[in-house]
């Protein structure tokens, strides 16, 4: 037991821990990385509709720190594509093998046209391009890394 102010090493450690839990405080609130969403209440920045399925919500997070929630893939390509250059500072899509968990949009690999698919499209994440491959063999599709969903969704009606 110790008193208030006096040394002591279990206090020097709780100190130590702290200040390693500042720090990465710190660094989870750097402005660049997604929020958690809010199922059933965030709309959706492109077609507005209510976000509802973990394993298909997206985000941007532009370059003044504001965060676009979106309900599919399709819909954060169709808002990257008319937004206006050098005002997107991070892209993050969710992993639908593990809903919740993001990853960011260039290091996802992701299928088109599987069995599985997002409420408002083609298109599905994973949280990278072997899982994705992975996936493929029980989902079919087609695998795709992001410019390539940029691409497909822009010329096959995607939003």
Do not use: K, N, Q
Not at 26 to 34: H, S
Not at 75 to 85: D, H, K, T
Not at 103 to 118: C, N, P
Not at 119 to 126: D, E, H, L, S, Y
């Amino acid at each position: 037991m110790s008193r208030a102010g006096a040394w002591s090493p279990a206090g020097d450690v709780l100190r130590r821990v702290h200040t390693a839990m500042l720090g990465l405080v710190l660094l989870a609130c750097d402005g660049a990385g997604p929020r958690p969403v809010a199922l059933g209440e965030d709309a959706c920045g492109y077609c507005r509709m209510t976000v509802t399925d973990p394993r298909f919500a997206a985000e941007v997070v532009t370059s003044t720190g504001r965060v676009h929630v979106f309900d599919s893939i399709d819909c954060l390509a169709g808002w990257v594509r008319s937004a206006e250059p050098g005002s997107v500072r991070t892209l993050w899509v969710t992993d639908a093998s593990a809903p919740g968990t993001f990853v960011a949009a260039e290091e996802a690999g992701y299928l088109l046209e599987s069995s599985l698919r997002g409420p408002m499209g083609r298109a599905v994440a994973f949280r990278s391009l072997d899982a994705a491959r992975a996936a493929h063999a029980t989902l079919g599709g087609t695998v795709a890394d992001w410019p390539a969903v940029l691409a497909d969704t822009s010329t096959r009606g995607g939003h």
